[in-house]
T-cell receptor, first 111, second 111 residues
Framework: GENVEQHPSTLSVQEGDSAVIKCTYS??????FPWYKQELGKGPQLIID?????GEKKDQRIAVTLNKTAKHFSLHITETQPEDSAVYFC??????????FGSGTRLQVQP | SAVISQKPSRDICQRGTSLTIQCQVD?????MFWYRQQPGQSLTLIAT?????????ESGFVIDKFPISRPNLTFSTLTVSNMSPEDSSIYLC????????FGSGTRLTVV
């Protein structure tokens, strides 16, 4: 079945810097790649997603890139703020089953 | 994307008892998904619930332990039966409707 690897497991940046989280997937049939932000005590919140017919997608300070050939996708957060501190999960979806999640990245933005 | 209401938001239960978690969606959806998130871990799919048919369970999860109901296209319940401390987790329902979204989760503590 599908396997998703996520790196790094923890990431600490200074406020205003950029943060990058990377994921790789194994199933070439995967066609949908969402990213979630999870704050303490809350459910995962969908922050951005990308489908396999698109190479990049941006939404204000957040962007996701997809390299289908290499089977990896990345989350980019620019001009980080303390409120960006949370756990971020990547996931992939083939359409045949539900999402397969990465192991998560704990992002800490230092003021 | 869909809005999902999940309850209870948290509960503390005695071992050996059962808890039923409810999930209400503001749109009709064919499939609803139930996930478990153990402390400090990523999300693991428990089962997929289709309206009008039995739920499909993932490896390691069985119907006797996690019975699921799906009486209509906007509602589902997950029961955690005969609970033990190992069942302490966050349980989340999810749907895929113009984006794969999650409820706020049920934080279960078994004592």
């Amino acid at each position: 079945g599908e396997n998703v690897e996520q790196h790094p497991s923890t990431l600490s940046v200074q406020e205003g810097d950029s943060a990058v989280i990377k994921c790789t997937y194994s199933d070439s049939a995967s066609n949908y790649f969402p990213w979630y932000k999870q704050e303490l005590g809350k459910g995962p919140q969908l922050i951005i997603d990308i489908r396999s017919n698109v190479g990049e997608k941006k939404d204000q300070r957040i962007a996701v890139t997809l390299n289908k050939t290499a089977k990896h996708f990345s989350l980019h957060i620019t001009e980080t703020q303390p409120e960006d501190s949370a756990v971020y999960f990547c996931a992939s979806y083939t359409g045949r089953r539900a999402l397969t999640f990465g192991s998560g990245t704990r992002l800490q933005v230092q003021p | 994307s869909a809005v999902i209401s999940q309850k209870p938001s948290r509960d503390i239960c005695q071992r050996g008892t059962s808890l039923t978690i409810q999930c209400q969606v503001d749109s009709q959806v064919t499939m609803m998904f139930w996930y478990r998130q153990q402390p400090g871990q990523s999300l693991t799919l428990i089962a997929t619930a289709n309206q009008g048919s039995e739920a499909t369970y993932e490896s390691g999860f069985v119907i006797d332990k996690f019975p699921i109901s799906r009486p209509n296209l906007t509602f589902s319940t997950l029961t955690v039966s005969n609970m033990s401390p190992e069942d302490s987790s966050i349980y989340l329902c999810s749907v895929d409707l113009n984006g794969y979204t999650f409820g706020s989760g049920t934080r279960l503590t078994v004592v």
